[in-house]
């Protein structure tokens, strides 16, 4: 049995002792297993930094104008904190699509960069990317879910796991890229800094010269990086995280589309309601309704 089918089988076994529920949190923080036995609507995240593996079935995921397509032996990584649409097209009830993510612990990764004897040299190409898998990065996947069937085990081989890991990311042929935008130099670290800071502070007035002083660079030269590194203008990056705030708010809190909103930093609730329609298809209320309803409750 190959690395990848021992992993599948022991994915399979999570969700069989969980009642297929998806997303599946697991004990391991950051470790998350994914199930869907049909294809789905766009769904709309915030991607972390992660290792995304398929392990059966096909996915594609967009950031902006950059659309990536991974299916079974593949993984998307992405190396920075950003909003995402993504949907599963390849997965039944026979063979339904498995996943296993595993977020990257930064100060490990950083860690492993600098004990490296020749350390990948940065580069600037998009922060997020597809990889072919090979035996060592799903023996690590494997390993981790394993660790499962042993709690106790957990704080003590994990982190070496996710040390293996980070080394076989940054020593693979995407490694500059993770060098860049996790563990590079100042000025990309102050990059992602910057990011890191809209993302937190996106419901306030967008100042790309702000943003651009954080990085230390000029506004000219921090909207094109921006943009080489996420897909997306500050602008789109700042409006698709206020209009997925708004919808959990919608959700979760059982606010009115107008005090959602004025939450996210809207000024105008006509505006939020015709962003909100072209992002998520449906207008803010009926898009609340047909969420919450319970499964076969409405067309």
Partial sequence: MDELSRLRDAVGTCFACHGNASPLYTAIDGLILLRSAAERNPAHILHKPALCIVVQGAKWTSFGALRLEYRTGQAMVVSVEMP????????????????VVIELDRAIMREVFERMEAPPVPDDRAGAFVLELDDALVGCAARAVGLLREPRAIPILYPAVMREICYRLLAGPHGAVLSRLVVGVDRDRRLVEAIHALREKFDRVLRVDDLAAAAGLSPT??????K???AMTPMQFQKQIRLMEARRLLLSGGMSAEAAAFAVGYASPSQFSREYRRMFGLPPARDALRLSDPPGATA
């Fill in 84 to 99: 995402g649409t993504s949907q599963v097209v390849e997965g039944g009830e026979g063979a339904p699509y498995l996943s």
């Fill in 221 to 226: 030269a921090f909207h094109r990086q921006f």
């Fill in 228 to 230: 080489a590194l996420t």
